[in-house]
């Protein structure tokens, strides 16, 4: 406590962080860092990969596919277990097999290894990403040290989205291999520095047991959730395979639900998601993610195959979004203190919107300046304002023991919404495909899933406009805790670091 006579607090932008806490972040960037890149660098490199191995286009999906499966489906058990057994030994254990796993991939010579390998690295990504996010939230005390901290963590997914896309394009101009091999070596060294960094956490205590049948359900119903969306515009959204699968997925989830409201010890409690907050949180990552998937893929496909731009080109046109990211790192978290996540999620959408009803204007004959810079700049301006806010909404307010739980929950809600949204949008696009592929016949098969893009976008608008209603009091209960115990929230994010 302060006396009224005590000077006011340091703002969040003039307090000085150790050495040590830039350390232990930037090591946790490190793996958010990874997981987006690799992501974005396996895409370019497919063709060549196809090439090379004799792949069939069906195997190729699974490259991608298998990475999403193992990371979408998982990451609510990662989440708990960070919880249970320790978020730094998690963390290390699942980013050592995520370097090893980048290792075999660029090693081996069949396409079921080469998935396999991949389906491996998206299980580590499926625990270092709900770990890393709950080693921040519990380092770093909620308030300008926590938005600060989640701004720069954040940030780093967006910026290693993109340059895995510019590295792609280089990197498969030697040899597939590179891209594959590339995130061993960086996951290696921030192993090393994460042994001597990252704070020691200890196991829950008095958890009341562990939920092995919640986590089972959950585990198996996210699997096939991911599983059914990814085959769906394969195999038909409306075949007998795709609607048994969802009816099986809706069967285990309410099961699934059932047992999580009667377990002492629940891998996910329910009653999270009874805060406003947390449901715009989880709906709004779903929606920003889901809407840029599938705006991306239809763009690369306009860029190469309409535009016959290379992998390159391509990847240099995304570039600008992801340079707005980043250089926006270092100030969101001043921005979010000033203004609050609920109004920047607002205003982020909003531009998102407007971002993508602009790239409807695109021709067969664009100028890059005039019809796809302004889009570009526009969505980047979105993912920088949205992304650290939905990071800083979905984790504020909730207790020590349950930020692995509902970091998984928020990586869930992105990876489901990017795979459901991606085959939404495949599927409106394969269906309005040209009988005779003219560029002008194409371009217009790719308008309505630009439509649709625009839509979801609108979806997470109008999701999260309701949040406005409560930011002023959320606002000022914030700040009254922030403001008061700032010097005391920066000597205990310390204590926390050096206590080995």
Same mark, same amino acid.
């Given at each position: 406590?302060?006396?009224?006579?005590?000077?006011?607090?340091?703002?969040?932008?003039?307090?000085?962080?150790?050495?040590?806490?830039?350390?232990?972040?930037?090591?946790?960037?490190?793996?958010?860092?990874?997981?987006?890149?690799?992501?974005?660098?396996?895409?370019?490199?497919?063709?060549?990969?196809?090439?090379?191995?004799?792949?069939?286009?069906?195997?190729?999906?699974?490259?991608?596919?298998?990475?999403?499966?193992?990371?979408?489906?998982?990451?609510?058990?990662?989440?708990?277990?960070?919880?249970?057994?320790?978020?730094?030994?998690?963390?290390?254990?699942?980013?050592?097999?995520?370097?090893?796993?980048?290792?075999?991939?660029?090693?081996?010579?069949?396409?079921?290894?080469?998935?396999?390998?991949?389906?491996?690295?998206?299980?580590?990504?499926?625990?270092?990403?709900?770990?890393?996010?709950?080693?921040?939230?519990?380092?770093?005390?909620?308030?300008?040290?926590?938005?600060?901290?989640?701004?720069?963590?954040?940030?780093?997914?967006?910026?290693?989205?993109?340059?895995?896309?510019?590295?792609?394009?280089?990197?498969?101009?030697?040899?597939?291999?590179?891209?594959?091999?590339?995130?061993?070596?960086?996951?290696?060294?921030?192993?090393?520095?994460?042994?001597?960094?990252?704070?020691?956490?200890?196991?829950?205590?008095?958890?009341?047991?562990?939920?092995?049948?919640?986590?089972?359900?959950?585990?198996?119903?996210?699997?096939?959730?991911?599983?059914?969306?990814?085959?769906?515009?394969?195999? +038909?959204? =409306? @075949?007998?395979?795709?609607?048994?699968?969802? %009816?099986?997925? /809706? !069967?285990?989830?309410? $099961? #699934?639900?059932?047992?999580?409201?009667?377990?002492?010890?629940?891998?996910?409690?329910?009653?999270?998601?009874?805060?406003?907050?947390?449901?715009?949180?989880?709906?709004?990552?779903?929606?920003?993610?889901?809407?840029?998937?599938?705006?991306?893929?239809?763009?690369?496909?306009?860029?190469?195959?309409?535009?016959?731009?290379?992998?390159?080109?391509?990847?240099?046109?995304?570039?600008?979004?992801?340079?707005?990211?980043?250089?926006?790192?270092?100030?969101?978290?001043?921005?979010?203190?000033?203004?609050?996540?609920?109004?920047?999620?607002?205003?982020?959408?909003?531009?998102?919107?407007?971002?993508?009803?602009?790239?409807?204007?695109?021709?067969?004959?664009? +100028?890059? =300046? @005039?019809?796809?810079?302004?889009?570009?700049? %526009?969505?980047? /301006? !979105?993912?920088?304002? $949205? #992304?650290?806010?939905?990071?800083?909404?979905?984790?504020?307010?909730?207790?020590?023991?349950?930020?692995?739980?509902?970091?998984?929950?928020?990586?869930?809600?992105?990876?489901?919404?990017?795979?459901?949204?991606?085959?939404?949008?495949?599927?409106?696009?394969?269906?309005?495909?040209?009988?005779?592929?003219?560029?002008?016949?194409?371009?217009?098969?790719?308008?309505?899933?630009?439509?649709?893009?625009?839509?979801?976008?609108?979806?997470?608008?109008?999701?999260?406009?309701?949040?406005?209603?409560?930011?002023?009091?959320?606002?000022?209960?914030?700040?009254?805790?922030?403001?008061?115990?700032?010097?005391?929230?920066?000597?205990?994010?310390?204590?926390?670091?050096?206590?080995?």
């Amino acid at each position: 406590m302060t006396s009224p006579l005590s000077p006011p607090a340091a703002p969040s932008s003039a307090v000085r962080w150790t050495p040590r806490l830039w350390g232990t972040l930037l090591v946790l960037c490190a793996a958010m860092f990874l997981d987006a890149l690799d992501v974005s660098m396996v895409g370019v490199a497919l063709p060549s990969i196809g090439s090379e191995l004799d792949l069939s286009t069906s195997t190729l999906q699974w490259i991608v596919s298998g990475y999403i499966l193992g990371y979408g489906g998982l990451l609510l058990l990662g989440g708990r277990t960070a919880d249970l057994l320790g978020r730094r030994q998690v963390f290390l254990v699942a980013l050592g097999v995520f370097a090893v796993a980048s290792l075999l991939g660029g090693l081996v010579d069949s396409g079921p290894l080469l998935i396999a390998s991949r389906f491996i690295k998206g299980l580590s990504a499926a625990f270092t990403a709900p770990a890393g996010l709950s080693i921040i939230t519990t380092t770093f005390a909620e308030g300008p040290l926590r938005n600060r901290a989640l701004s720069i963590y954040t940030t780093c997914a967006a910026t290693g989205f993109s340059m895995g896309l510019v590295l792609s394009g280089l990197l498969t101009e030697a040899s597939w291999r590179l891209t594959m091999l590339l995130p061993a070596p960086i996951a290696l060294l921030a192993l090393l520095a994460g042994l001597k960094l990252l704070p020691r956490s200890e196991r829950e205590k008095d958890h009341n047991g562990y939920d092995v049948p919640g986590a089972v359900l959950g585990t198996a119903s996210m699997l096939l959730l991911v599983f059914t969306v990814v085959q769906a515009p394969e195999v +038909g959204w =409306a @075949s007998a395979r795709t609607l048994l699968s969802f %009816l099986a997925v /809706a !069967a285990m989830l309410t $099961v #699934f639900v059932y047992v999580e409201r009667r377990s002492a010890g629940p891998l996910i409690r329910l009653g999270v998601l009874r805060s406003g907050n947390q449901i715009r949180a989880q709906l709004g990552a779903m929606a920003l993610f889901g809407s840029y998937v599938g705006f991306q893929f239809l763009v690369t496909l306009y860029m190469q195959q309409l535009l016959g731009w290379s992998a390159l080109h391509t990847a240099l046109a995304f570039l600008p979004a992801g340079a707005l990211v980043a250089a926006s790192s270092t100030k969101m978290g001043a921005i979010v203190d000033r203004f609050g996540t609920q109004r920047l999620i607002v205003v982020g959408f909003a531009l998102m919107v407007v971002g993508y009803a602009l790239f409807l204007r695109v021709s067969v004959d664009p +100028g890059y =300046a @005039s019809m796809i810079l302004p889009s570009m700049l %526009l969505i980047g /301006a !979105a993912f920088a304002l $949205v #992304f650290p806010s939905l990071n800083i909404q979905a984790t504020n307010g909730v207790d020590d023991h349950e930020q692995g739980m509902v970091s998984g929950l928020l990586n869930t809600s992105v990876q489901v919404g990017g795979a459901i949204f991606l085959a939404v949008v495949t599927a409106v696009v394969t269906a309005h495909a040209p009988a005779h592929a003219t560029p002008q016949a194409v371009l217009d098969s790719y308008r309505p899933g630009l439509v649709v893009v625009t839509f979801i976008a609108l979806a997470g608008l109008l999701i999260t406009l309701p949040g406005l209603r409560t930011r002023r009091s959320q606002q000022s209960i914030v700040v009254a805790k922030s403001t008061v115990t700032e010097a005391e929230a920066e000597a205990e994010a310390e204590r926390v670091v050096v206590n080995d």
